[in-house]
């Protein structure tokens, strides 16, 4: 009789998904001081080819500037090509896929184990992000939630009105969260029809984390 080989490696494909100002960020750079997995981000990947000026990082800078997505075909591509590299790796993707021509693109070279949604009411992340106002003549930054001017409206120093910029303006934040959510929408339905959709509700980081961290306890050895 001979020698079993080993059972293949299980390794985990994940991805993460959460609105702007949801708290991915901060979630995801947890899970990878947590667990032994590689974080491959489409943003990060991108604007790495941006500065690089590669063939790719020409093309993405027309759409990224006028805030468009890549086509899909080239941002396909582009994560595939970089996945095959972490081939033998854990890993989680963040920010891909954007679209459902994306999803089905990643499912023909893998199975997606999980895809972790963080889903923080949108009021809530209104209120995160509309909270930096700013004293334009001297650029201090004051922060509703952190630290609030002493007098609502008004710089601590000289009194002066404080500004909010155009991004952080309500309208404009409302407005990239209807963006955000017509353009996810469909790709978590994707993944909640293939049972893979994980949702994580909170109105806080604080109390989103310790349930991702719990459940990805369940599908990874944590990192000692
Ligand atoms: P992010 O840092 O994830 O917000 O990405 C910055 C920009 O890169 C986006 O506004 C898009 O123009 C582009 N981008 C990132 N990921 C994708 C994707 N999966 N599909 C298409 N465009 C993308």
């Known amino acids: 009789m001979g020698v079993r080989p080993p059972p293949p490696l299980l390794l985990l494909r994940a991805v993460i998904v959460g609105p702007p100002g949801s708290g991915k960020g901060t979630v995801s750079s947890r899970i990878l ?14 604007r790495d080819n941006l500065q690089r000026r590669t063939e790719v990082g020409v093309i993405a800078k027309t759409y990224i500037d006028q805030g468009q997505l890549i086509p899909d075909d080239i941002m396909t591509r582009l994560m595939l090509n970089e996945l095959k590299n972490l081939h033998r790796y854990h890993w989680l993707l963040d ?11 990643l499912d023909e070279t893998c199975q997606i184990d999980t895809v972790i949604n963080l889903d923080v009411p949108f009021e809530t992340i209104k209120q995160r992000l509309t909270a930096r106002w ?28 404080l500004v909010q910029r155009d991004d952080d303006k309500p309208e404009t934040v409302t407005k990239r969260l209807k963006a955000y959510e017509a353009q996810t929408k469909p790709v978590l339905d994707y993944y909640q029809k293939k049972g893979v959709l994980e949702s994580f509700s909170g109105t806080e980081t604080n109390e989103i984390w310790p349930m991702v961290h719990a459940f990805l306890q369940t599908k990874l050895p944590e990192v000692s």
Do not use: W
């Not at 001081?33 to 991108?46: E, N, Q, T």
């Open 33 to 46: 001081k947590h667990f032994a997995l590689k974080h491959l981000s489409s943003g990060d990947l991108l």
């Open 95 to 105: 920010g891909f896929p954007r679209t459902v021509p994306q999803a089905e693109a």
């Open 134 to 161: 700013i004293h334009p003549g001297s650029g201090r930054v004051y922060n509703l939630e952190f630290n609030p001017p002493k007098d609502v409206g008004l710089d601590d120093i000289t009194r002066e009105p």
